[in-house]
């Protein structure tokens, strides 16, 4: 398959799973987080249904907390786990495989975010357990690869001996 219909895949998932959600990019920025959550151990409700709050769809027009308006015209097409599957499996190729652009990965690493974040908002345990995997797959093949960069250069080789 050539990759510019593997980048036009990408593109295709990334819109159909609901691409200009905010949320995609969050679960980056967290540490590793525990099992228990930051709301039974405080004790605080009103905390809990402002983060419930967060997780509503929002129209495009909104920036950030300036935004009150929530969508509720139901346009979203329904990710089945029948559909959602082989999509995971060739965003997975589309990863991992050993001869990819580096272009094709990018794109299929947002997809999978856009995947991701749409399966949290829909709660969807399945779909956010393989998602999150290749995430994390992504993330360690990635710092493998820039580890290799560094041990391989050859002005950095001489200074490890």
Known sequence: ????????????VSSWAGQDC???????????????????????????????????????NCNGDNCERISRRGSRVPLPWELIQPTLRILGHCLLAPLIPQEVRDAA???????????????????????????????????TAKDALIFSAPDQASNHI
């Open 1 to 12: 398959m050539p990759p510019c219909c593997k980048l036009d895949f990408c593109e295709f």
């Open 22 to 60: 905010p949320c995609r990019h969050e679960f980056d920025d967290e540490v590793k987080s525990s099992s228990i959550l930051p709301d039974e151990v405080q004790g605080n409700i009103g905390h809990a249904a402002e983060e419930l709050g967060r997780l509503a769809i929002r129209d495009q």
């Open 109 to 143: 690493s947002s997809a999978v975010c856009c995947v991701y974040a749409r399966a949290s908002h829909d709660i969807e345990p399945q779909v956010i357990l393989a998602a999150r995997s290749l995430i994390q797959l992504d993330i360690s093949t990635r710092k």
